[in-house]
Structure formats: structure tokens, C-alpha cells
């Protein structure tokens, strides 16, 4: 899951960091909270105190509490070491508690102000996270999948060999795939009213600028479909061609090639090639 995968590394840092705060821990999540549970009620006023306190809730997924802690580091102790980590600290909280436009800007502001530190790095990539949770389903509007797209891709972009820059871009995958399924629903609403048109420039552009989601062969049998009911069958014949050449087995190819089964699709073998190059050479 994408939490659990954001958690291990950041719960890593604050229970190191905390470890001075705790004579009994011993490296384990588990052992950091019996350890300080007697004192969850009376919490010590030290900076120390107040972020082991913080890292006790949120392993209790206690992350209102955990948040106004790390701010109360923040506040009380502005100078002190332990406040720069509670700014990730307390970002990361707002974060698990699906406030992610506070969390964006607490990561904004400690990207800001610690450029440098050890864990900015981390900072970018849950800044990141925070845009793709809000990724909204492929019938809404689609900007916040761009900006998330833009995040990942500064993750990317400047820790290129960290495991955040792999995870972003596995997810930078998953957000161009949603951007190929907003395009191919608003192209099944257009062919559906016949605005033929405007149905062939969504459906291109899945083929043309998506070419690595799944969402391509559907795009080229409408494209096929499109055609036809044009009456450009030629066109629909290349369509068609491009897509049993590069999906060969895919149920779209088939149903491109019933449509056309009196002129069969791609009766002139193409050279292999890349999807790009196939459609390029056809168009």
C-alpha cells in the first residue's frame, strides 16, 4: 500500500531520533510505545519528550494528537534539533489523516527552509504521495492527476536512483494510465452523439501520447469503428492493421477484424517495430 510504504522510512528516522528519549528502547516500534505509555498522560515538556510523545501517536494512529505534539516541538522549542524533524514529523501526520493540502504546504514550507537537510529527499516523495492520494476517478476532472504527475516527476528528477524515484515512477505509470481513461471516456461520449470529430482527437491522442497504458487497443478499435461508420474504409483498414500487428490477441483486435471480415485487416504484413513507429508509418 502506498502508506505503508511511505511509513517505514519516515517511522525509521523518528524512532532513531527518539531513542534518547527512552533508556528501555530497543529498536522496535512496539518497544518505543510501552515505554512511554505510562507517560502518555503527563507528557514531558522537553523537546525530547514532546516528539517521543508525538511518535508514540502516531504509531497509535493517533494522528491529531501526534500533529498538534510536533507542532507544539515546533512552537516551544523553535531552536532546538528536534524541531526541524517534527515539521517532517507533523507533515507526515496530516498526511495519514487525509489532509493532504496541509501537509503539502508544511512539505513546501520544510522544503523551503531545509533545501539541504538529510531527509528532503523523503520530504519531496511524500509531498508527492499527497498530490496522488487525491487522484480522483477518471469521470472527474483530471488536473490533480497532473500536478501529481509533476510531483512524482520531481522525485524522479532529483533522486533518480533513490527507492522514492522508483516507486514515483511505477506511479507515475499508474497516472498517465488514468489520464488514458478520462481521454477514452470523454471519446466514447463523443462517439456515442456522433461527434465523430471530436471522438477521433481523444482516441489519437490515447494511441499518440499514451501508448504505454492499456487503454490503446480499445482506443484504435474505435478508432476502427470510427471510421467506418464514416465511411473511410481505408483508414479503417490501417487502424485495424496497427492494432492486430501490436496486439495480435487482444478481444479489441478481434472485434476490429469482425467489422471489417470482407476486407480483411491487415492483408499486407507490416515490418515489426514499436507501436509509435507502426502508427506513425500508417498516419
Not at 493532504?100 to 514550507?109: F, P, W
Not at 496497427?242 to 515490418?271: K, T
Request: proline letters at 4%.
Amino acid at each position: 500500500m502506498i502508506r505503508r510504504a511511505a511509513a517505514a522510512p519516515l517511522l525509521a528516522l523518528s524512532l532513531a531520533a527518539a531513542t534518547g528519549c527512552s533508556s528501555n528502547w530497543d529498536g522496535t516500534a512496539d518497544s518505543l510505545g510501552s515505554s512511554r505509555r505510562g507517560a502518555s498522560a503527563t507528557v514531558d515538556a522537553s523537546p525530547e519528550g514532546l516528539y517521543a510523545a508525538g511518535v508514540e501517536n502516531l504509531q497509535a494512529r493517533r494522528f491529531q494528537q501526534a500533529v498538534d505534539l510536533f507542532d507544539r516541538v515546533e512552537r516551544d522549542h523553535p531552536y532546538s534539533t528536534w524541531a526541524t524533524n517534527a515539521k517532517l514529523m507533523a507533515a507526515y501526520g496530516d498526511y495519514m489523516r487525509n489532509r493532504y493540502t496541509e501537509a503539502i504546504g508544511a512539505l513546501d514550507r520544510f522544503i523551503q527552509l531545509h533545501p539541504a537537510h538529510r531527509d528532503v529527499a523523503y520530504a519531496y516523495y511524500l509531498r508527492a504521495l499527497s498530490y496522488y492520494e487525491q487522484i480522483a476517478d477518471a469521470q472527474r476532472d483530471q488536473r490533480g492527476t497532473e500536478q501529481a504527475m509533476v510531483a512524482l516527476q520531481d522525485v524522479v528528477n532529483r533522486f533518480p536512483d533513490t527507492a522514492y524515484a522508483r516507486d514515483a515512477r511505477l506511479k507515475i505509470d499508474l497516472a498517465r494510465d488514468h489520464l488514458a481513461g478520462k481521454e477514452m471516456n470523454i471519446g466514447r461520449f463523443y462517439q456515442r452523439q456522433r461527434l465523430y470529430g471530436a471522438a477521433i482527437g481523444r482516441f489519437r491522442r490515447v494511441v499518440e501520447d499514451y501508448q504505454t497504458t492499456n487503454h490503446v487497443p480499445e482506443a484504435l478499435h474505435r478508432l476502427t469503428e470510427i471510421y467506418l461508420a464514416l465511411g473511410v474504409t481505408e483508414e479503417a483498414r490501417k487502424t485495424a492493421s496497427v492494432l492486430g500487428h501490436n496486439f495480435p490477441g487482444s478481444p479489441w483486435y478481434q472485434d476490429s477484424y469482425a467489422l471489417l471480415v470482407e476486407g480483411a485487416p491487415g492483408a499486407e504484413p507490416q515490418r515489426a517495430g514499436l507501436l509509435r513507429r507502426a502508427w506513425n508509418a500508417v498516419f
